[in-house]
């Protein structure tokens, strides 16, 4: 079964820096997806990314965040400068295939603002 | 705006007994689906229900779909402790790039 693997798998950082979370595809894919759970919660739609570009964003997802695609594989969500708020789990998910009709969820990233 | 909503949000079961969780949505979806999420790890996906009367089971669980009522269920028979954790329900549409959509999630802990 094709898997995504994120990295860190825990970051911790202080209030208003810059953090990068990175997802890696073990296949190619052309749509990818960024969810966040604050801690207790339902997961959120952050934003999708399809053939490299940003096709659909969420009201969550500010001049704050940016995703990338830098080489044409890792795949990376960035948070320019953190707010306490911003603490979650964020969980990348590459999207359904013609094989595979779910979409299947990255092991995810801790972070925690400080 | 679509909405997703689960209830109970908890749910403590006996061991052996029957239990059903609710989901239900509020405007024309083309996919469900069903995940499992354990405490501090990511969601892992049980089922996906794609047309009206859909079922689908996978040992103790069993999931439906009826897509004239936008309710879905899973029905967990003859509860065990190994199914303890939050399932979610999301729906998406094709039309806007799939982007799921979850419920609140039920917390189930299942006591001996």
């Known amino acids: 079964e094709p898997e995504v693997t994120q990295t860190p798998s825990h970051q911790v950082t202080q209030m208003g820096q810059e953090v990068i979370l990175r997802c890696v595809p073990i296949s190619n894919h052309l749509y990818f997806y960024w969810y966040r759970q604050i801690l207790g919660q339902k997961v959120e739609f952050l934003v999708s990314f399809y053939n490299n570009e940003i096709s659909e964003k969420s009201e969550i997802f500010d001049d704050q965040f940016s995703v990338e695609r830098p080489d044409g594989s890792n795949f990376t969500l960035k948070i320019r400068s953190t707010k306490l708020e911003d603490s979650a789990m964020y969980f990348c998910a590459r999207g359904p295939t013609s094989g595979h009709r779910t979409q299947y969820f990255g092991p995810g990233t801790r972070l925690l603002v400080l | 705006e679509l909405k997703v909503e689960q209830n109970p949000l908890f749910l403590s079961m006996q061991e052996g007994k029957n239990y059903t969780i609710y989901c239900n949505y509020s405007t024309t979806s083309d996919r469900l689906y069903w995940y499992r999420q354990d405490p501090g790890k990511s969601l892992e996906s049980l089922f996906v229900?794609?047309?009206?009367?859909a079922v689908k089971q996978e040992g103790r669980l069993m999931a439906s779909l009826d897509t004239k009522a936008r309710l879905s269920t899973l029905h967990i028979t003859a509860a065990v402790h190994d199914l303890s954790a939050t399932y979610f329900c999301a729906v998406d549409r094709v039309a806007a790039g799939n982007k799921l959509t979850f419920g609140g999630g039920t917390r189930v802990l299942v006591k001996p």
């Open positions: 229900l794609l047309s009206n009367g």
